[in-house]
């Protein structure tokens, strides 16, 4: 499985951005994919998960109400729309998948695919 990521830049604070995540050589849709974000001298964190064939998703409780990840099964993509930015959402960015339904794995070690990160950087 591959895993490529897009869409950072720099937003101002308030601002949008979409983040996006296209996965191939993948043998099924029994795959969930998620974001994972790093700031600068901080651990990789949880931002949100989705299973790729279903409707079920997750967040960290940070960007709840904020930020909303969603899937387009056909094309094996998953995005991240990142409203309401704060300095503090400055990160790099990361997509991550591994195989199965659950969507409420929070830990990095739990996914086994990784695209390259990324960086959203939000300006105050």
């Known amino acids: 499985v591959q895993l490529q990521a897009s869409g950072g830049g720099l937003v101002p604070a308030g601002g949008s951005l979409r983040l996006s995540c296209a996965a191939s050589r993948l043998a099924s849709s029994d795959y969930t994919m998620a974001w994972f974000r790093q700031a600068p001298g901080k651990e990789r964190e949880f931002v949100a998960a989705s299973r790729l064939n279903g409707a079920r998703t997750n967040y960290a409780d940070s960007v709840k109400g904020r930020f909303t990840i969603s899937r387009d099964n056909a094309k094996k993509t998953v995005y991240l729309q990142m409203n309401s930015l704060k300095p503090e959402d400055t990160a790099v960015y990361y997509c991550?998948?591994?195989?199965?339904?659950?969507?409420?794995?929070?830990?990095?070690?739990?996914?086994?695919?990784w695209g390259e990160g990324t960086l959203v950087t939000v300006s105050s």
């Open positions: 991550a998948g591994r195989w199965g339904y659950s969507v409420s794995y929070y830990s990095s070690g739990e996914y086994g695919n």
